[in-house]
């Protein structure tokens, strides 16, 4: 298979490629590593270090399935939107079905905040706090005084701001995780949209797994 090169542009109808193979983000077969896993993304990476996977799953778990006035669908959301910014394909397609399954109007909508969060038909505060999201993903000191005015004035709270810029920074992170290892990944929903479906937590699911492997 020959080597993809991502489009620029976000809002290109290319992105997210559609490959139904398991392969890396230049389109390789192989991680930069071995994993000894055939599991995909940073599961795999999981398995590798599981001394890693523990606390890095608690992180998700506080960041996503915690306890505040966003709703574990606009967090997944927020998740999925900065995947997409840095267009990492395992995380992108894998909390998009998390979101899809916790947001009115599905995977559509989904869609629709990918490609334009300013025209998205979701509400004022979260098209301010992707905004804020969005410039976390360019850089820290992107986020100006008026990304967070902005967010004020649709009712966004000190904690909302938080908790996005958190989340923007951690999937930064677990992007550059996932893709600077050449993890593999596939881009049929299904595949990410059943797991989705059946899962509760992060920690759970890890915990699972672990019970599984044993």
């Not at 410039?135 to 904690?159: S, Y």
């Amino acid at each position: 298979m020959t080597n993809v090169t991502f489009l620029d542009n976000r809002n290109t109808a290319n992105w997210p490629p559609r490959w139904e193979e398991f392969v890396n983000h230049a389109g390789g077969r192989t991680a930069h590593i071995t994993l000894h896993s055939d599991e995909p993304g940073i599961r795999g990476l999981f398995r590798y270090r599981p001394e890693a996977a523990q606390p890095l799953n608690l992180l998700s778990e506080v960041l996503l399935c915690g306890d505040g006035t966003l709703t574990r669908g606009e967090r997944e959301l927020i998740a999925a939107y900065v995947s997409s910014l840095n267009r990492c394909r395992f995380c992108y397609h894998t909390h998009a079905a998390f979101a899809a399954v916790r947001v009115p109007g599905g995977m559509e909508l989904v869609d629709q905040v990918r490609a334009d969060p300013e025209t998205a038909p979701v509400p004022g505060k979260l098209k301010a706090l992707l905004a804020i999201a969005a410039a976390v993903q360019r850089g820290g000191q992107e986020v100006t005084p008026e990304h967070v005015a902005a967010a004020r004035r649709e009712g966004a709270t000190d904690d909302e701001i938080h908790d996005t810029v958190l989340i923007a920074a951690a999937f930064c992170m677990y992007n550059r995780y996932v893709d600077g290892l050449a993890t593999l990944a596939c881009d049929d929903p299904e595949h990410y949209a059943e797991r989705a479906r059946l899962t509760s937590g992060y920690v759970a699911t890890w915990n699972d797994a672990l019970r599984e492997a044993s």
